[in-house]
Structures are given as C-alpha cells and as structure tokens.
C-alpha cells in the first residue's frame, strides 16, 4: 500500500479528464479525487497493479494464474461539490469495494484518495474516525438500526458518539425526523416501521451528523417499487434543497438516471464510462454500454439541447412556442405536437435554436438527424 505520509497529496487534474472542471467552468476543488486506484483481494495481491502483464489480464485469467480478484482496476474520478455521483454495474463489478475504500472500509492495494485535496491514505485511525463520522457517512441497504432504541434515539447515535449533549443531540435529531417525512413517529422503535420508513430512520441518522457528504449503499434495492420511488423523491428533494454531495450505487439503471449528474458505470472492476445520463444514453462508449441503455426511453433522458437546430430565419427564431435547453425530448415532443411546428429552445430570453417534429423524431428512434447540432 501506500508508503505515503503527507497530508496532501498533488491532483493531476488530467488524470480522470474531469478534475477541477465543475461544468460551469470554475475551479472548484473535487470532494474526493480518486486516481489510478485499484483493490485486489488474494494472495500477494499487491504485486498486481505494478505488473503489466498481471494488469492485463481478464478477471477469469487474473483469478487461474494469481488466485486473485481485482475488485477494482485502475480507477479515476472526482466527485464534484454539490453533486450526486452515481456508481453503476451490474452485480460483482465493484461498486461496494470502489465505494468503500473511499473511507477506507477496505483498504486499497495501490493508488490516491483525496477528500477536499487531504490525503485518505495516509490518515491515521483518529482522522479516518473522523472522516467517517462527520464529513463522509454512509447509508446503507441494512440500515443497522438500534432495535430496543426509538427513532429519536437511534437518529440520535451518530451524534451520542460524537460526544453531542442530550438536549443539543435530540433538539436535532427530531429536527431531521421531520426533514424526512417521521414527524409524529420518534417514540416508535425500528420493528414498528415499514421497510421504507426505517430507511428513512437510516438516512435521517447519516444526515444528523451533517456531513459534507452522503455515501449510499444501494439503500433502497430491498424497498419494494413504490415505496423505492418515493426514496428516489426524497434524494432528490433533499438534494434539492441542501445541494449536499452524494455518492449513490446501484445496480438499478433507471435510479442511476434519475437521481444523477453523473454517473460511473462500471464493469469488472473498471469505469467504462463516466458521464451524464444524456451522454451515457445518447453517446454510449462502446457496446457494452449501447446494450445496457438500449432500452431506456430516450426521449425521457435526451434534452432539446441536443436534438435543437439552428433557426431557419428571424421569424422562427423570434415567434412561436418556446421551451428551456434542459426540458426533455418528451416534453418538446408535446410542445410541438401542440403547436403544429417548430418549438424555439429558449435561454435568459435568447433563441440558442429550433426543435421540430424530424429531430425529435430522430433522437427518439436513435439515429442522426439533418441540421441538428453536434
Ligand atoms: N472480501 C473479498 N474477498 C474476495 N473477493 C471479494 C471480496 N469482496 C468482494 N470481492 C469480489 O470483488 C468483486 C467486486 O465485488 P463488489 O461487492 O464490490 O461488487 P458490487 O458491484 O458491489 O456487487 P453487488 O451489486 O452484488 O453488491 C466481486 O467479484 C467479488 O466477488
């Protein structure tokens, strides 16, 4: 492992293609900025990641000739300030492992972690403490709850072992239980809840301890649909109105699309791409992605920036029908079929271009269109 002391460690922000870069073109620094990281499980797993030849073979090869598994292979990303970063693929390709090394639950076998630029890996026990209780907690599907405790106190917890006085500690604790939709049930224990309202007790207790950001485990793969939704609303409406920063996996492709900015999808160990949700639909890296969105709606994903024009001429471009860059296919689709022609795609009042019935007509059916913007 890491034979690192500093306390922080140098960002070479090219490394992931995306560090530093928070879409609007500030600098701000990255949350977590991962590099180059991997997690092998096995016998002598370290001499993995520095072997070319070892690095280069497929999972089945690596575990015949090591006894090894590289969880995680050559990892890179940054999560950026403020928004929900989601961890993608299929069962077994590593989301768990990638995502608990972040806090070091599992210890990786080689690369750089770094929390608002501080070095993860050469912290020692009480920093890592720390770093888990206050400024990283975790969700997770088996929420751990206190059983003999009642929702107050269980929410309570994580700020008991910080040291919080009782009055200060309850005092937030049912400030919280009201913030996720518990108000009127603090007394009750965990066995008289729903499944969907222990999750919430789960996140209620990660949210007390106010942490610069929220680490979710698959939180709602054991909720049943319904009730699986009505978390997804919550996530978004919590991240709504606080703006924290979330790590979310899952192994479900409509909760990755809808709850995040990005996303990481990753297979056997590795993140094949890393994007938006309208660029992991609409521009698929390779086939393996194209076969994993190939059944998403994509006009519920696509928005008028990508299927817009130019305007043909002044009139277009100054009358008629308008919608914003960020409203989906879907929703131009009705604007134009309300109005029988083009709809503008408008921004702080100006025209940026025109969507008609051919170019919604293409993103739906996934094929280029004629005079659509690239
Ligand atoms: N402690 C361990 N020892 C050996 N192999 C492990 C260990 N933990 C995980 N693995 C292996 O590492 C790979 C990635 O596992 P991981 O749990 O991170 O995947 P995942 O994407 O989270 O899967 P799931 O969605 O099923 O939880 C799998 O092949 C798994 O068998």
Redesign the pocket.
Known sequence: MNGDTKETIDIDTKAAGTAGDNGTGDLEPPVFAVRGLW?V??PRADRVPGSAELAALS?AELRERTGC????RDVGFDVRKGEVFV?M????????????TLTRL?EPTSGSIAIDGEDVLSMDKARLRELRRHRAAMVFQHFGLLPHRTVLDNVAYGLEIQGVGKAQRRAKAAEVVAKVGLAGLEERRPGQLSGGQQQRVGLARALAVDPEVLLF??PF?ALDPLIRRDMQEEVIRLHREEGRTMVF?T?DLNEALRLGDRIAL?RD?RIVQLGTPEEIVGSPADDYVRDFVRDVPREQVMTVRTAMRPAADATEAESGPAVAPGATVSEAIEAVARSGGPVRVVEDGRCLGVVDHAALLAVVAGVPAQGVAA
């Open positions: 997690k499980f096995g999972p598994t590289a969880a995680v961890v693929g299929l069962s077994g390709s590593g989301k768990s492992t990638l995502v608990r599992i485990d698959e793969s996996i192994h990753m160990g």
